[in-house]
């Protein structure tokens, strides 16, 4: 008879830690992405330097990789850009503006962002293709990631439109070797 209550017992505790680890799981939406993206999560944890977002190319405030940015953004009616987005169509009332990145080396790069935004980065006047990109909608640190392969250390000018809001994080990083 003891031994049934304990097998009762044992069951009863591995259901109630299975659903309170399926539970905490459920709460964090940032975990169910296919890369490895704690160093991105660590940068958006910690407190942003402020920017203003810039009009123009030649207004677009610097950054760096490893730095986290609150980028204030404008009315995308009131940016020109360096070359036209790659998403054309623009939502009435989205936000854009300009940056421009220079990298110690070249490289693979991410460019994390907290909410829908399209992203486009700009060298020598042509555009950079992204490689990949990864997101999570319910997340916001990041939600969204995309890769570019990022040829010389001229500075790139990174291109944020179509924002749902007036401001937006964003931190850039080295792509991580992936491990197969």
């Not at 304990?6 to 069951?11: L, M």
Request: aromatic share 8%.
């Amino acid at each position: 008879m003891q031994t049934t209550y304990v097998k009762v017992a044992c069951v009863v505790l591995t259901c109630i830690v299975a659903g309170a680890l399926r539970s905490a799981r459920a709460e964090d939406a940032c975990v169910d992405f296919k890369w490895d993206v704690r160093k991105e999560r660590a940068l958006f944890a910690a407190a942003p330097a402020y920017l203003q977002a810039g009009r123009d190319a030649a207004s677009a405030p610097a950054i760096a990789p490893n730095h986290l940015y609150k980028l204030h953004l404008l009315p995308q009616d009131k940016v020109a850009f360096a070359n036209p987005p790659t998403r054309r169509n623009s939502d009435p009332g989205s936000f854009a503006g300009l940056a421009a990145l220079t990298i110690p080396a070249p490289g693979s790069y991410r460019i994390a962002i907290d909410l829908p935004s399209w992203i486009d980065v700009v060298a020598n006047g042509s555009f950079v293709p992204a490689q990949d990109f990864e997101g999570q909608h319910a997340c916001s640190a990041p939600h969204k990631i995309v890769e570019f392969e990022l040829s010389g250390t001229q500075p790139f000018v990174l291109q944020f439109s179509n924002a749902v809001s007036d401001s937006v994080l964003l931190t850039v990083t080295a792509t991580p070797a992936r491990k197969f």
